[in-house]
Structures are given as structure tokens and as C-alpha cells.
């Protein structure tokens, strides 16, 4: 018997790979392990081969998703120097722009002010600006979303000294938000040395201090959770060159429901972190009729047997956690239940 209902989560930072990258996941896994993981509604990423940079590869990767997906999509458009041109005849078919600062899995980059510029003025105000910008990079954003006077959405802070930037900016009432990704906030440096390639991801795992400081602000500073869910094979993370990101989708709401158990977080900020401010952030439709049902008691090791995940595996394999996914209903139907998916092929919508 459930013992919590939740509304359906959001995740607004996925990797689905798709183009290119289904070997890792698709839209049918990916949107598998979000309804394993008690989310309804995700948004994905658009560092994909090719990448989501032209109205071209947006429609045709938006009706691949319709056929397939088991849960909401949104997509995000992807910034490249040489398209910029086009952003406008992208941003009807996307729910957010996402411009790539540093160095991370993909060739997406834009990293000179003159593009940074025009990709603020050509974007359309009414649409969001996310960033994955590192260490003074997220200085640069806070410059831009003060000069222009429009949001802009941190990617997963993962450092002391960024999320306490992002505090005294938004003390000075200017229009930004940010995420954190549950490895931020349960693994640390050593966890990176322990694990390798698998705990490998960008934003680099940080020290214990950074980790402190980013649960110092969950209360406050930080707006939402996201999982930044970026699976890759084992073979390519054993590879001479292994790509970083790891998956989240299926550990993220075990992982911060634990937290509740252990009364690091109570359950209606958990609530306003995986639910209610995403979709106000993003602008995402509701999803009526659409509930969550968690056993808020059983404890359990998380393992890499039985994921939905394409790629199989997960950093937080071995950890003791509080709290599993039993049903999903979305939208009045039945999706998930009992650790399998019971939705139909393209139950989910492609959003806007
Ligand atoms: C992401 C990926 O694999 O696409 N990797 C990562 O380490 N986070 C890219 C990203 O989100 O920066
Ligand atoms: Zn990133
Ligand atoms: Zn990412």
C-alpha cells in the first residue's frame, strides 16, 4: 500500500540522446526510467548528433519522440555559433534555449561575448534561457541576465562559490534561478576517486565544503532538483577516453526522499523542488489527474539490476536508500506499477 502520494515530478535537465546517441538511451527508455523514478514531465538536453540546432532536426526528432515516449517531453534548442540566425524559427517548437559556456560531452559551445549577445537578442523574451556555465562563467550569466533583464537558469551549480554568487544576485532581485543534481548533493570528490569514469560528469563531483554549502541553500537559493541524466554505455565510460554524465533519472526521488527520512529536508520543500517550481520556471503545462504513489518507509540498497535505463548502470549502486516508486497515473491512466512500465507506446505528449 502507498503511504505518500506525490504529484508528478519534473526534471528539467535529460539527456535522451536521441539523435545519435540511441545506443545510450532513447526516447522510450529514457522516458521509462523518468516514470520509474516518479516523473511525469522532462525536458531534454539538445547536445545530440547532430544537435537540436535546426528547425529541421527539431521537427523530425519531435515526431520521433511522439512516437515513442512514455512520459511528457519538452525539448530544449541548442546555441551554435553558426545558427545563430535561426534561433527565432526554433524556439516554437522547444520550451527553452540552453547555451553550453564550458567544456562538457558534445561539440555545443559558445564561449565569446559577441555570440553570448546575439543569442540573447535573438531569443524570444517569452522564452527561457537555460546555461551550463562553471565557475566564473556563471558570472557572465548573471552579467548577461541583468544587462538584458531576463531569466536565465543555471544548470547544475555544484560549488560553494557559485551557488553564494547566485545568493547575492539574487538578493539584488535579479531574474535567475538554478538546479542541482542529486550527485552534487550526495557525492563528493571521494566518491570520484573511489568510482572512476563512473562517478565522472561535468560539473566535476566537489569537495565535502561545496557539497555542505549546496544543502546550506536548499531551503533558499536553490529554485529546483534536476537530474542532468546523461547515460553513456560501460564500455564507453571503461574506454581510454571515457565521455562524463551519469544517469539519474530512476535514483533522484529515493535519493532526496531519504533525505526527508533522515529530516535533512521535509517533504513540501522536496514537493516545491522536484514539482511545483520546475513547471513555474519553465512555463510547463499541468498535468491533471496525475499522481505519484510512494512507499515512504521501505528501505533498500539501489542496484543496477532492474533499471530502465538503456546504459544499466548508476553511480549510487550500492547505496542504502528510503523510499520506491509504486504506481504512476498520468492523466487518469495507469503508467507505471511494480517496477514496470504499463503505459502505451506515445501515451506522452511533446510539449508545447
Ligand atoms: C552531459 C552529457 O553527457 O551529455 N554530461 C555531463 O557530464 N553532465 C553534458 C552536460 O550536461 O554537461
Ligand atoms: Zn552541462
Ligand atoms: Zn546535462
Known amino acids: 500500500m502507498p503511504n505518500l502520494t506525490l504529484p508528478g515530478l519534473v526534471d528539467v535537465h535529460t539527456h535522451l540522446r536521441v539523435p545519435g546517441g540511441e545506443h545510450k538511451e532513447d526516447f522510450a527508455t529514457g522516458t521509462a526510467a523518468a516514470l520509474a523514478g516518479g516523473i511525469t514531465t522532462i525536458l531534454a538536453m539538445p547536445n545530440t548528433t547532430p544537435p537540436l540546432t535546426t528547425p529541421d532536426i527539431l521537427r523530425e526528432t519531435r515526431q520521433k519522440a511522439q512516437r515513442a515516449i512514455y512520459c511528457d517531453v519538452g525539448l530544449f534548442a541548442g546555441a551554435s555559433p553558426t545558427e545563430i540566425e535561426r534561433l527565432p524559427q526554433l524556439a516554437p517548437h522547444v520550451m527553452a534555449l540552453k547555451i553550453y559556456l564550458n567544456d562538457t560531452f558534445g561539440p555545443l559551445r559558445v564561449e ?3 555570440t553570448l549577445m546575439a543569442c540573447f537578442q535573438m531569443w524570444p523574451r517569452t522564452k527561457l534561457i537555460a546555461m551550463h556555465a562553471e565557475g566564473q562563467s556563471v558570472a557572465v550569466g548573471i552579467g548577461l541576465a541583468a544587462a538584458y533583464q531576463r531569466p536565465v537558469h ?3 551549480i555544484s560549488r ?3 551557488i553564494e554568487l547566485i545568493a547575492a544576485a539574487k538578493r539584488r532581485g535579479l531574474p535567475i534561478t538554478c538546479e542541482v543534481t542529486p550527485h552534487h548533493l550526495f557525492l563528493t570528490e571521494a566518491d570520484a576517486a573511489r568510482l572512476g569514469p563512473l562517478a565522472d560528469m561535468r ?3 566537489a569537495t565535502l565544503a561545496d557539497v555542505e554549502a549546496l544543502w546550506g541553500h536548499l531551503e ?6 534536476a537530474t542532468d541524466h546523461a547515460p553513456h554505455t560501460l564500455a564507453e565510460k571503461q574506454s581510454p577516453h571515457p565521455p562524463p554524465g551519469v544517469a539519474g533519472l530512476e535514483t533522484s526521488l529515493p535519493l532526496m526522499l531519504t533525505a526527508v527520512a ?3 529536508l521535509n ?9 511545483t517550481q520546475p513547471r513555474r520556471i519553465f512555463k510547463l503545462p499541468t498535468q491533471p489527474e496525475t499522481q505519484v504513489e510512494v512507499d515512504r518507509q521501505v528501505r533498500y540498497t539501489l542496484s543496477n539490476t532492474g533499471l530502465q535505463t538503456k546504459c544499466g548502470w548508476s553511480p549510487f549502486a550500492g547505496m542504502m536508500v528510503t523510499g520506491r516508486v509504486q504506481r504512476v497515473i498520468l492523466r487518469a491512466v495507469e503508467v507505471y506499477a511494480d517496477g514496470q512500465v504499463t503505459a502505451k507506446v506515445g501515451n506522452g505528449k511533446v510539449i508545447p
Do not use: G, N, S, Y
Open 112 to 114: 565569446d561575448l559577441p
Open 154 to 156: 543555471f544548470c547544475h
Open 203 to 205: 560539473p566535476k563531483l
Open 160 to 162: 560553494k562559490v557559485e
Open 220 to 225: 533558499t537559493t536553490i529554485d529546483c532538483i
Open 267 to 275: 517533504l513540501e520543500r522536496l514537493i516545491e523542488l522536484m514539482a
Open 262 to 264: 533522515e529530516k535533512r
